[in-house]
Each structure stands twice: as C-alpha cells, then as structure tokens.
C-alpha cells in the first residue's frame, strides 16, 4: 500500500472504531441505568431504547451510500457524524426513557457505514482494498472488546449521561480526522465490491445460501442484545458491583479470541469451514442453556458468556468472509448492503424483544427465546452446502468498450483456478472469484494487458 492508501485505511477504520465506540459501550451498562429512569421500570421501552439504534441504522444505511455517490462521500459522512453527535447529546440529556429512546433513533440516523466503505474504495487501488476492508473490520473487533471493558469503568466515573456526552464528542472529533486526516479521493465512483446496486436486490434477496447467512447475522445480533437485557441483572444479583463488572467481561473477551483464533486457522486451511461454523452455531446453542442452568451464580454466568463469546467472535469474523465467498462476484458489494443491514435490524428485533420477555417472564424467557433463534440457526447451518475455497481478486483493466469488456471475462473464466469472472468496462475493474491452490496470477495479468 502507498503512504496515502495506508493513511486513508488508518483514517476510516479509526472513523469505524470511534462511532461504534459510541455505539457498543452503552450495552453493558445501560439496562441497569434505565431502570432508575421514569418510564424505565417497562423493561419492554429500556430494549426499544438499548437497540432503537438498530432500526434507523437498518433503514438508512443503504440511502446514505447511495447518497455519497450522488453529492460525495465526505459531506455524507459529515451530516452523518453530527446526526450521531446530536443524538448522543438528546439521549445524555433525556430525562426519561422516551428522550432517551429520541436519541438512540437519531443515533442511528447518522448511519455512515456504506459511505466510509464506498471512500475506503475510492481512496485505495483493487489489489489493496481486502487490506484496507481488513483493517476495518479489526477496528470493529477491537471496539467491541474495548467498549465492554472499558463501559463499567467510564460509568463509575462519569455515568452513563457522561458516557453519552463522551460519545457526542468523540463523533464530532471524528469530522476532523476525516476533514484533516483521510486524503480526498481524485475521483469517486461507484464499485460493485463495496455498494449495493439497486437491480441486484431481488436476486441477492432470493439466494437460498446468502438466505442462511442473512437469517444467521441477525440471529446471532439479536441474541446478543437480548442478553444485555439480562446479563447485568444476573451479575449484580450475583453479588458483583456494577462497576465491577469488567472483571468478567475482560477475561471472557480475552480467552474466547485465543480459543476462537485456532479454529477459524484449522476451517480455511482445511477447506473444512463449513463443520467449523456449523459447530460454532452448535456451540451457541449450548452457551445459551449453560446460561439458563448455571446463570444464578457467578461462576455460571462466567463460564456461560465465555461460551457464549467463543462462539460469537468465531461467527461474527467468519459470516462476512462466507458472505464474499458465496455471493455472485459482481453482487459481493450488493450482499454485504443486505447483510448489514439486516444484522442491525435483529440488534433492534434482539432488544426490543428480549426486553419485553424479560419484563414477562424474567431471564429464562429470555434465555429460551435465544434458545430457540440459534436452534433455528443450526438446523439452516448443518443443511448449508459447503462454501468454496476461493478467495476474490480485483484487477485495473485498461479502458475497453463493454464488448471487449465481456469477451475478456469469458477468456478470464477458462483460466485454471478462476471459478467466476467479471470485467465492468464502466469501473475499470475486473473481478475475479479465483481457487489459489490452481489459480497462476501471471497469466490472468498477461491476458488482461493483452499480452496472452
């Protein structure tokens, strides 16, 4: 990668990191703080608030990518971050449930995501932006960890109000990074591996594995909201201060990445991934009855979420790389539109939801209703066809007309190892969904520059 490349990948994951910051760090706190609000005693309005954010964020997200392309990615990302700013400061502000559940939907509002991801495209060449894709999502990652260890501490000191007003700030901090930090791109256009084309909808839709996929993100967002409506209750009726609570999450968080990493080695180098995820999903399962059997005590609850969270990052860094691996090569921005987009709905579906059942039948409700999400989950999983080990490359064509365009695609598509091919004229690009162990890069370089 150029220095500019690397500055721009740095510059946008840390864009990620600090508005999901935002976003994460309120989970492991809030349902003990909304109690004591007015209104907050209906553990139905405290889900709707702790995952309101979800919903418009699930609406939105695909309109604002397409609004990037039409009036530019950094006035889109901009509006975006104020939207988010300002909602943090109504929910800091909010006097009861309902003002807080205003600033989680205007929260969700500012939903930036296919945005930053359309300008990591435009800032970086083909052959580099899996790198810079990569670096996001470890921001993601590493937010999440980051947030559940660090969210006990900031609300002993400051509160969850403090905590809100904390988020606003870093949100409007991160205009400057993108104002002074991200490199302007020479040129934007759209890029079929990173934003959703509005004719490839249905068909993405319709994918009977991408369906499975789709179903598993939100299933597995939705359990893990629910249990954010339970979880803090159950450790601090185990007789663990709330500001305590770090002492859990981090060794849980620590030791289910350790045990998550070898298992995800073993399913790509293996081509065995399928059995890998299908007992990740079974493994959820299991986390959830451990966590109805043993969460009246410390150490239930302890060994439960470190189930739990083992399962849970395995799937959360395989589903997107299944994703890119199943959809149609020149649907893989398309796919990933609806994934997310779909995964923010089951966090509000996950919250609301597990509010209301708490409120109804307590935490064994709950836990059941997880039960049953991950249960449906597994059967869709077992029954899953085994993804292919193929990895997508992306090539710079030299400007040609769409005839010569798909003549090349078809010449690209005979070549050892390349299972799918598509060169787009319009984008200058030519997508490759390629088998590495059979796949010689050389000739696909030689055959694009004409010299095949």
Avoid at 229 to 250: C, I
Avoid at 375 to 381: C, D, N
Wanted: glycine share 10%.
């Amino acid at each position: 990668m150029t220095r500019a490349e690397l500055r721009a990948s740095i510059g946008l994951a840390g864009i990620f990191g600090l508005r999901l910051l935002g976003l994460f760090i309120i989970l492991p706190v809030f349902a003990l703080y909304a109690e004591h609000l007015p209104g907050g005693d209906s553990h139905t309005l405290v889900g709707v608030a702790l995952g309101a954010y979800g919903l418009t964020q699930a609406i939105l997200q695909i309109p604002f990518g397409w609004l990037s392309d039409r009036h530019g990615r950094k006035p889109v990302i901009y509006w975006g971050l104020v939207l988010f700013a300002i909602g943090s400061f109504v929910a800091a502000t909010g006097h009861d449930i309902y003002m807080v559940i205003l600033g989680r939907v205007i929260q969700g509002a500012g939903a930036i995501s296919a945005a930053v991801m359309a300008l990591a495209a435009d800032l970086t060449r083909e052959e580099h932006r899996t790198k810079a894709m990569a670096m996001i999502g470890m921001t993601i990652g590493a937010t999440f960890f980051l947030s559940l260890v660090l969210a006990p501490l900031l609300n002993r000191v400051i509160g969850v109000p403090g905590i809100f007003v904390l988020t606003g700030l870093l949100a409007l901090a991160a205009i400057g990074i993108v104002r002074w930090f991200v490199p302007d791109a020479r040129e934007s256009h759209f890029h079929s591996d990173a934003e959703p084309k509005p004719g490839q909808f249905m068909d993405v839709l319709q994918d009977r594995e991408l369906i499975r996929l789709n179903y598993g993100v939100f299933a597995l967002h939705a359990v893990l909201m629910a249990l954010w409506m339970v979880v803090p209750f159950g450790l601090r009726k185990a007789g663990l201060a709330a500001d305590h609570h770090w002492q859990v999450y981090l060794p849980v968080m620590a030791v289910s990445v350790i045990l998550m990493v070898p298992a995800i080695v073993y399913g790509e180098k293996t081509g065995r991934m399928k059995p890998v995820f299908a007992g990740a999903v079974a493994v959820l399962v299991v986390s959830e009855l451990m966590l109805e059997a043993l969460g009246d005590s410390l150490t239930g609850l302890t060994a439960g979420l470190l189930v739990f969270f083992t399962a849970f990052n395995l799937l959360e860094a395989s589903l997107p790389s299944l994703i890119s691996k199943i959809a149609p090569v020149g649907a893989k921005g398309t796919a990933i539109g609806v994934y997310s987009s779909i995964q923010f709905l089951g966090t509000f579906v996950g919250a609301a939801v597990g509010g209301y059942l708490y409120g109804r039948g307590g935490a064994s409700a709950v836990f059941a209703f997880c039960a049953v999400l991950t249960f449906l989950w597994l059967v869709l999983a077992a029954t899953m066809k085994a993804p292919a080990a193929v990895r997508t490359r992306m090539y710079h064509i030299p400007e040609m007309d769409a005839d010569r365009a798909s003549g090349l695609s078809r010449e690209l598509a005979t070549l050892p190892g390349v299972r799918e091919a598509l060169v787009l004229a319009e984008e200058g690009v030519a997508y490759l969904k390629v088998d590495m162990r059979g796949f010689d890069e050389q000739h696909v370089i030689k055959l694009i520059g004409g010299e095949a």
